[in-house]
């Protein structure tokens, strides 16, 4: 199977990626937020990694329709075109595959053997808002995994594959292919592509400033006037930064 025909029509800059990979997913949120994007973060979705993870990828997706029992049973897995399984073979590397499940974790969107298939591919990481199975095997690998919670059921009781790379829904937020998805321990945020080089510039400023506060913070200087900042914190600041 080709990957070239699901590559992105834009791809993210390596500049870009690696301010986002600096950035909190808390720093994002807001600052999309000052943009007026209010529904950036994908709700009910957390890390299933043991370890601290990074995320940064464009979105790569793959969308379910509630399950039928006459459709959806295991032999509908040799079909080689099951979009579950033609999604991860053809996920470019460094994407990440998101899976759109309606919110519903009573059945699993992947296990080990899917996803450790995706960590070979080289994959960016995996999100579903829905379940996956064999939880203890995603905790273990280096591939960022983000779901709902760990569910035993297959995807089949629950879940029907229907289409790939068309604009999603995942944990109530919009997901369109392309769009750039940051994660960390805090969670998800959804950035679209066009904004992806100003909120990574933006967001390099507001966490060294927030660095700033945090230490003045730490050193007993009430947050009134500190932040949000002032004009005396801003001129303070000014100097600090001219003096570095």
Do not use: W
Request: glycine residues 8%; charged residues 25%.
């Amino acid at each position: 199977m080709s990957t070239s025909e699901y590559a992105p029509n834009k791809t993210l800059s390596s500049a870009a990626k690696a301010g986002l990979m600096r950035a909190s997913t808390a720093t994002l949120h807001t600052i999309l937020f000052k943009r007026g994007l209010r529904n950036t973060y994908i709700q009910g979705v957390s890390k299933m990694n043991k370890g601290a993870v990074k995320m940064v990828g464009q979105a790569f997706t793959l969308r379910y329709i509630p399950a039928r029992e006459d459709i959806d049973t295991v032999a509908a897995f040799r079909d080689p075109k099951h979009p579950q399984r033609v999604a991860v073979e053809t996920v470019p590397e460094g994407m990440v595959l998101v899976s759109d499940c309606r919110q519903d974790a009573s059945a699993a969107s992947a296990g080990s053997i899917l996803l450790n298939r995706l960590e070979y591919r080289h994959c960016a990481g995996f999100v579903s808002d829905a379940g996956i199975r064999d939880s203890a095997d995603a905790a273990a690998m280096n591939m960022p995994v983000f779901c709902a919670k760990a569910s035993a059921p297959t995807n089949l009781t629950k879940h029907h594959g229907v289409d790939i790379q068309v604009p999603i829904g995942c944990g109530g937020v919009a997901v369109f292919p392309g769009d750039v998805l940051v994660g960390d321990d805090d969670g998800i945020i959804v950035i679209p592509l066009e904004l992806a080089d100003e909120v990574a510039e933006e967001a390099e400023k507001m966490e060294a400033f927030e660095d700033y506060v945090l230490e003045k913070v730490r050193n007993g200087t009430p947050v009134i006037g500190l932040y949000p900042p002032n004009e005396d914190t801003q001129a303070e600041y000014k100097r600090y930064l001219e003096s570095r």
